[in-house]
């Protein structure tokens, strides 16, 4: 099973009902296959912060989510996880696709690769990093376990090492 395959499979596990997403090259396996899951709500946000609060509003209406971004798409949505998802304590899983390390080739990613964690961490939000494909399965499940659990959002960040990155255009 991909990595892909892997969180779609805790999503299922877990009646996980709705993804929003801003497109991502990285985040592709994973965007393909929520839309072909018939379970799942999947929405197309045109900025971080969008895809939060449909999240957290469908949270907040008994349908759990989870919203796709690249780790320059944190930077975006600080304001909207600090003023609503973190102190209203909703159930959000975020999966980041990791930007700014491992041989990235575009210099305005590395800022946001070194702060991703720090602000993570300042906000509160547990994260984990998922670089190998036999540890996707067990952590991702866990993490939206302990999401759902404590109504709190949780972060998954996906390494290149898991993904392959983005190659230069």
């Known amino acids: 099973m991909d990595w892909a395959e892997a969180i779609l499979a805790s999503f299922r596990e877990r009646d996980l009902c709705l993804v929003a997403y801003v497109p991502d090259e990285v985040l592709g396996p994973l965007i393909g296959g929520a839309l072909a899951d018939a379970r799942l709500t999947v929405l197309c946000a045109t900025r971080e912060e969008e ?3 449909i999240a957290c509003g469908a949270a907040l209406g008994g ?3 989870a919203v796709l971004m690249q780790s320059s798409g944190l930077g975006n949505s600080i304001n909207a996880l600090a003023s609503l998802a973190v102190p209203y304590q909703v159930p959000l899983l975020l999966i980041i696709a990791e930007r700014g390390v ?4 575009n210099p305005v990613q590395v800022p946001i ?3 991703l964690r720090p602000a993570l961490d300042a906000l509160g ?3 984990h990093t998922l670089a190998r494909a036999d540890e ?4 991702a499940g866990r993490t939206l376990r302990q999401c759902l659990l404590t109504q709190a959002p949780a972060a998954l960040i996906l390494s290149p090492l898991l993904t ?3 190659e230069r255009a």
């Not at 491992?102 to 080739?105: D, S």
């Not at 996707?136 to 952590?139: C, L, R, W």
């Open 113 to 115: 690769g070194r702060a």
């Open 51 to 53: 895809a939060i609060g």
């Open 164 to 166: 392959g990155g983005k």
């Open 63 to 65: 349908m759990p989510g």
């Open 102 to 105: 491992l041989g990235e080739f």
């Open 125 to 127: 939000i547990p994260h």
């Open 136 to 139: 996707v399965g067990p952590v």
